[in-house]
């Protein structure tokens, strides 16, 4: 189980993430119920280590609010942005507790958005567990930094 103050603490490193036009449109689903992170574990592609999170945090882009202000770019890309550095953040403050996490972006959305009767102006982004790590895996490789990385002058 997690502690309050904990689940309190991602919580407010979710909406302190950057936001284009300050328009916040992101929305988060905290699930702890049994049953339902069963439902997104098999709507996840049967991936059932989020089953044994006691923490799942469906992230979900509001693409009519993020139209307002910017039209076509704001509903194709700014709202999907907002979402993906609140969950950054999210993960950066779970580390920072102790716990691991794993974004999981292979789901199928329209099951998601049942499990939780998500409304239609929200897309779900990614699936998060949320725990205390059975193990501590070695990091993953990156590339280097010259292969991602053009300075230009």
């Avoid at 036009?21 to 992170?37: A, P």
């Avoid at 923490?55 to 882009?61: D, K, Q, Y």
């Avoid at 972006?105 to 779900?124: D, T």
């Amino acid at each position: 189980m997690i502690p309050l103050k904990i689940i309190e603490d991602l919580k407010e490193s979710i909406i302190w993430a950057p936001s284009a036009g300050n328009l916040q449109s992101r929305k988060f689903y905290f699930v702890t119920n049994g049953e339902m992170r069963f439902d997104l574990a098999k709507a996840a592609l049967d991936q059932q280590f989020i089953v044994e999170a006691p923490l799942v945090v469906v992230a979900c882009a509001d693409l009519e609010a993020s139209s307002v202000k910017y039209s076509g770019r704001g509903k194709e890309l700014y709202g999907i942005v907002d979402t993906a550095l609140s969950v950054q953040n999210m993960m950066l403050t779970a580390y920072e507790a102790g716990l691991g996490t794993c974004w999981v972006g292979g789901f199928e959305e329209f099951k998601v958005k049942e499990i939780l009767s998500i409304p239609e102006n929200l897309r779900p982004i990614a699936i998060v567990p949320v725990g205390y790590p059975a193990e501590n895996p070695d990091p993953p490789t990156r590339k280097e930094v010259h292969e991602m990385i053009e300075d230009v002058p």
